[in-house]
């Protein structure tokens, strides 16, 4: 049995969640992050936050189209229809990995890391 060293909620590893929550407090309550051009990482932060939160809120319902923030397609990802339950733990890995390093680039930028 391999030991899990993180745990994922929503596509946020555990080592990083205080990352993405400083980030979060960053971004207004609507619209794109101020002076955008001069802070592209965390401006794709937030739109990638919306994306994910959509995936695990919605099922993907609302942002479809901004799921290349991820660098995904939705047939890459096990989502729930009328036939299928969706496999939940699968697409918490799928979205770690893109979501994990849009986190880091983003704290960075912004002096949080």
Do not use: C
Not at 40 to 47: C, T
Not at 85 to 103: C, H, K, L, T, Y
Request: no cysteine; charged share 25%; net charge neutral.
């Amino acid at each position: 049995m391999q030991l899990e060293l993180f745990t994922t909620e929503w596509g946020v590893r555990s080592d990083i969640k205080h990352l993405q929550e400083q980030l979060t407090e960053l971004l207004p309550m609507q619209g794109k992050v101020k002076n955008a051009n001069g802070n592209p990482a965390l401006e794709k932060f937030r739109i990638a936050q919306n994306v994910v939160y959509d995936i695990f809120n919605n099922g993907l319902m609302n942002k479809g189209k901004s799921l290349k923030v991820l660098g995904l397609q939705k047939q890459d990802l096990p989502l729930p229809n009328e036939w299928y339950a969706g496999n939940w733990d699968r697409m918490e890995e799928i979205v770690e990995i893109p979501f994990s390093q849009i986190i880091q680039k983003a704290a960075k930028e912004q002096g949080v890391a």
